[in-house]
């Protein structure tokens, strides 16, 4: 049944190889959805809450987000997703080189829904990605309705 548009997915990320890197295996996992590729928070926020193919206003995305970028911490952007109504329920995946245990605990207390660390090695690296394709397989995004 195709009575839902598919969802898109949101991608944060401002280092061009990791972003060539999760897109490919995101990919390699069968995942055909449209990726959109933003390398800073501002462009990314005012994607999600202005654009009018962005999740804010066309509903149902998935965001891949980075927590260090140039212009902003993720967790900001994180907080800002999650403290607007249309966009409250967007799943957020955290894709970070940081495995800091206090930031991790910030990222779920702001409500990621998904906490992945980026093994340095590229092997494993790519691994992880691809496994998040075959979770981003399965999974189910709430549709976009009315403020509640």
Known sequence: MTDHHSVSIVMIEDDEGHARLIEKNIRRAGILN?????????????????????????????????????????????????????????????????DDKVEIQRCYDLGCNVYITKPVNYESFAQAIRQLGLFLSVIQVPDLEGQG
Not at 40 to 48: E, F, I, S, V
């Open 34 to 98: 449209e990726i959109t590729h933003f390398t800073d928070g501002t462009t990314a926020l005012d994607y999600l809450f202005n654009h009018s193919d962005g999740p804010a206003l066309n509903g149902p995305a998935l965001v891949l987000l980075d927590l260090n970028l140039p212009d902003m911490s993720g967790t900001d952007i994180l907080a800002k997703i999650k403290s607007e109504p249309a966009l409250k329920r967007t799943p957020v995946v955290v894709l970070t080189t940081t």
